[in-house]
Nanobody, 121 residues
Framework: QVQLVESGGGLVQAGGSLRLSCAAS????????IGWFRQVPGKDREFVAT??????????AASVKGRFTISRDNAQDTGTVYLQMNSLKPEDTAVYYC????????????WGQGTQVTVSS
């Protein structure tokens, strides 16, 4: 099992940047693909970005490609996955969730509690 704790959300103006962190503990993140999803009220949770389990491949949603970058701390097996978000837009406003155990753009069974990102116009 793996535990996930997100941090780094907040309020930012359009065009600004934020970096989200997902601290993983328990099983190593080399045992699981780690990714980010987001959700706004009344809509389904949607895929944002993910690493494969090996860390060698990344996937991005078309809406964030070129603006968001997923990375991870390889210094230790249980570590932190980051989501650097640049050129933020009001439509990026959502609760962002860290996820583990998925395949490509599909989520796995493990979720963090979420962190709110609000982009003002």
């Amino acid at each position: 099992q793996v535990q996930l704790v997100e941090s780094g959300g907040g309020l930012v103006q359009a065009g600004g940047s934020l970096r989200l962190s997902c601290a993983a503990s328990g099983r190593t993140f080399r045992d699981y693909a780690i990714g980010w999803f987001r959700q706004v009220p009344g809509k389904d949770r949607e895929f944002v970005a993910t690493f494969t389990r090996s860390g060698g491949v990344t996937y991005y949603a078309a809406s964030v490609k070129g603006r968001f970058t997923i990375s991870r701390d390889n210094a230790q097996d249980t570590g932190t996955v980051y989501l650097q978000m640049n050129s933020l837009k009001p439509e990026d406003t959502a609760v962002y969730y860290c996820n583990a155990g998925g395949i490509a753009t599909m989520p796995g069974a493990y979720w963090g509690q979420g962190t709110q990102v609000t982009v003002s116009s």
